[in-house]
T-cell receptor
Framework: GDSVTQMEGPVTLSEEAFLTINCTYTATGYPSLFWYVQYPGEGLQLLLK?????DKGSNKGFEATYRKETTSFHLEKGSVQVSDSAVYFC????????????FGAGTQVVVTP | KAGVTQTPRYLIKTRGQQVTLSCSPISGHRSVSWYQQTPGQGLQFLFE???????NKGNFPGRFSGRQFSNSRSEMNVSTLELGDSALYLC??????????????FGPGTRLTVL
């Protein structure tokens, strides 16, 4: 079945450091890929998405490129802020799975001043 | 445009009871999906409703059920509650397209505690 694997956290960084969160997936066909972010006590917010190979999703300084050959969708940000502290989830969705998102385990990111 | 709303936000029940959670999607969205979030199992898909019909279902026991009304609002019911049902229950709405590309917008969740 489908699966998403993320690097384990917590990832602790200093402000202005470079952030990478690795995400790889297993799925049949050509799924759409998503990154969601969850702040403490809140629901999930869509951060970015990519719907086909070599697409690059970007938002708020975050970027991720859909790599079909390596089945990866790594999240990056060049200079993190304390406000980026949150849990980040990588997810996939196949066209034939209707409204079902398959999530990774989540990676907690802590940014210190 | 109002976001996805879930009620109640917090709920405390005892084992054996049943509970009903409500989700109001974004106006115009016809699909509502439900997820359970726990520290041990992470985010797991429960089911999805589209135009009042269950369109997809995850691997949860029959104690978990749902329905969707003509205005796209959805309810989720859990009967005979167990301690392990303590979780954050999230609902998400989307337009409901079949490509898998349209975005799901999440509500703030209902925190259920079973004692």
């Amino acid at each position: 079945g489908d699966s998403v694997t993320q690097m384990e956290g917590p990832v602790t960084l200093s402000e202005e450091a470079f952030l990478t969160i690795n995400c790889t997936y297993t799925a049949t066909g050509y799924p759409s890929l998503f990154w969601y972010v969850q702040y403490p006590g809140e629901g999930l917010q869509l951060l970015l998405k990519a719907t086909k190979a070599d697409d690059k999703g970007s938002n708020k300084g975050f970027e991720a490129t859909y790599r079909k050959e390596t089945t990866s969708f790594h999240l990056e940000k060049g200079s993190v802020q304390v406000s980026d502290s949150a849990v980040y989830f990588c997810a996939l969705r196949r066209g034939d799975s209707w409204g079902k998102l398959q999530f990774g385990a989540g990676t907690q990111v802590v940014v210190t001043p | 445009k109002a976001g996805v709303t879930q009620t109640p936000r917090y709920l405390i029940k005892t084992r054996g009871q049943q509970v009903t959670l409500s989700c109001s999607p974004i106006s115009g969205h016809r699909s509502v999906s439900w997820y359970q979030q726990t520290p041990g199992q992470g985010l797991q898909f429960l089911f999805e409703y589209f135009s009042e019909t269950q369109r997809n279902k995850g691997n949860f026991p029959g104690r978990f059920s749902g329905r969707q009304f003509s205005n796209s609002r959805s309810e989720m019911n859990v009967s005979t509650l167990e301690l392990g049902d303590s979780a954050l229950y999230l609902c998400a709405s989307s337009l409901g397209g079949t490509s898998g590309r349209d975005e799901q917008f999440f509500g703030p969740g209902t925190r259920l505690t079973v004692l």
